[in-house]
């Protein structure tokens, strides 16, 4: 049965143009189980499917802040104010936490 949470994850890689492989790291799942949920032929459940909103929210507020070809590269890549950790890595490991509240400073610099 397909899920809400399958169309979020074509929801992220629509609008964030993450590809399979990232969207994978970010939900702790294989890359092949991440295109069988794009494919809508099934479906992330328990911890994934937590990830796939925690990314899909992470996602929808960077989408406001800069421009969605750069999201991937942002998420992908080491963040000094992450102490050089990578978002997707830290949204996998459960820290999405940490990367929102660099989100937030990005959207109201000097507000946090």
Do not use: C
Request: charged share 30%.
């Amino acid at each position: 049965m397909v899920t809400a949470f399958a169309r979020e994850a074509i929801r992220i890689r629509s609008v964030a143009r993450l590809s399979d492989v990232q969207i994978a790291k970010a939900v702790g799942a294989a890359a092949s189980t991440v295109r069988e949920w794009l494919a809508l032929r099934s479906s992330p459940t328990g911890e994934r499917a937590e990830r796939v909103a925690e990314l899909g929210e992470v996602v929808d507020r960077l989408s406001r802040i800069m421009d969605p070809d750069y999201i991937p590269v942002w998420l992908s890549k080491p963040i000094a104010a992450l102490e050089d950790r990578k978002p997707l890595e830290l949204i996998a490991r459960g820290q999405v936490r940490r990367v929102a509240r660099l989100v937030s400073e990005l959207e109201s610099p000097g507000a946090v």
